[in-house]
C-alpha cells in the first residue's frame, strides 16, 4: 500500500527500512525517503505504519541495542 502518494512511499519500504535498521524515527524516515516533506497528510499513516514494524522487531534486534535498551522493550514513535 503506498502510504506517501507524493514520494511514492509504500508501508513495504517502511518496514524494509527498519529491518535493514536504517530508520528508527519518523524522522529517519523523512531523512530517507522524502515522507512528509511535501503535503504532510501522510505521516498519521507513515507513524502507525512505523510503529507497527518497529514493534514486529525482535527483543535482541541491534536497534534495541543501539538505543541501550532492555531486552524486550517496546519501540514507538
Do not use: N, Y
Not at 8 to 17: E, N, P
Not at 39 to 50: D, F, I, N, Q, Y
Amino acid at each position: 500500500m503506498i502510504i506517501c502518494v507524493c514520494k511514492a512511499v509504500s508501508d513495504k519500504t517502511i518496514r524494509r527500512s527498519v529491518e535493514q535498521g536504517d530508520v528508527i524515527s519518523l524522522r529517519d524516515l523523512s531523512r530517507e525517503t522524502g515522507l512528509g516533506t511535501c503535503c504532510g497528510k501522510c505521516v498519521p499513516a507513515a507513524r502507525s505504519t512505523l510503529a507497527q514494524a518497529l514493534s514486529a522487531l525482535p527483543a535482541a534486534s541491534p536497534i534495541h541495542a543501539e538505543l541501550g535498551l532492555p531486552s524486550g522493550a517496546q519501540l514507538a514513535c
